[in-house]
């Protein structure tokens, strides 16, 4: 589980901070991240892609990203806020209801 906020950026919200995540496109930030490293930690996924390079797959940086947002199988809920700080709150109300319970933040 991860609990975090995506705001408005550029008019798309929380659909576009998803899509950049569906697209490989952010594998250092974020829930993109949490998916890698959980993705690097499973030496059988990793032997997978391994071999795929040493088959002649030529991988980017963004497949590698997408494959491990992909393995995460991720689902998907949100609770829309009328402002910042209310988001806040129930961002912190959150991680502090689901302490201990393996989240995927970073910031707990």
Known sequence: MYAGMAGER???GLRGR????ARGRAPH???GAACMD???EDTTWVRARADAVDAG???TVN???LAAVDRAEL????????????????ERAVLDSLA????WNRRQ
């Open 10 to 12: 550029s008019g798309h």
């Open 18 to 21: 998803l899509g950049v995540y």
């Open 29 to 31: 930030s974020g829930l």
């Open 38 to 40: 959980r993705a690097l």
């Open 57 to 59: 797959a030529r991988w």
């Open 63 to 65: 497949d590698w990203a």
């Open 75 to 90: 689902e998907v809920c949100w609770a829309a806020q009328n402002s910042t700080g209310a988001a806040e709150h129930l």
């Open 100 to 103: 201990g319970t393996g989240l």
